[in-house]
Nanobody, 128 residues
Framework: QVQLVESGGGSVQAGESLRLSCVGSGFTFVNYCVGWFRQAPGKEREAVVLADPRDGSSRYADSVKGRFTISKDSTKNTLYLQMDSLKSEDTAWYFC?????????????????????WGQGTQVTVSS
């Protein structure tokens, strides 16, 4: 049974940092296309970053490029999202997600519908 559990969210001031964690069980992050998504109130869920195991590359949304970094710790089967220089528009629920694909489809960020497994989410609030 696949289970993803996020943690690390909280309330911060603009310009500060947070690191989100996602611990996986029944699933190995390094083998599959995985990513972080977010959903702000009244908005659709959107991809923040995908990690492609095919070549180790990452695909970032333009809105977070240069500020957010995805990483994995295979020994802990944990996915991280380091978020720096946070802005008020980063306020959202953040979710880690895992697909059943050994590579991320296409070349873009893809649709949330491509991901089969989701965590419960962790809330991030950034005050300006």
């Amino acid at each position: 049974q696949v289970q993803l559990v996020e943690s690390g969210g909280g309330s911060v001031q603009a310009g500060e940092s947070l690191r989100l964690s996602c611990v996986g069980s029944g699933f190995t992050f390094v083998n599959y296309c995985v990513g972080w998504f977010r959903q702000a109130p009244g908005k659709e869920r959107e991809a923040v970053v995908l990690a492609d195991p095919r070549d180790g590359s990452s695909r970032y949304a333009d809105s977070v490029k240069g500020r957010f970094t995805i990483s994995k710790d295979s020994t802990k089967n944990t996915l991280y999202l380091q978020m720096d220089s946070l802005k008020s528009e980063d306020t959202a629920w953040y979710f880690c997600a895992a697909s059943g694909f050994f590579q991320c489809p296409g070349h873009g960020l893809g649709s949330p519908s491509l991901f089969s497994f989701w965590g419960q989410g962790t809330q991030v609030t950034v005050s300006s």
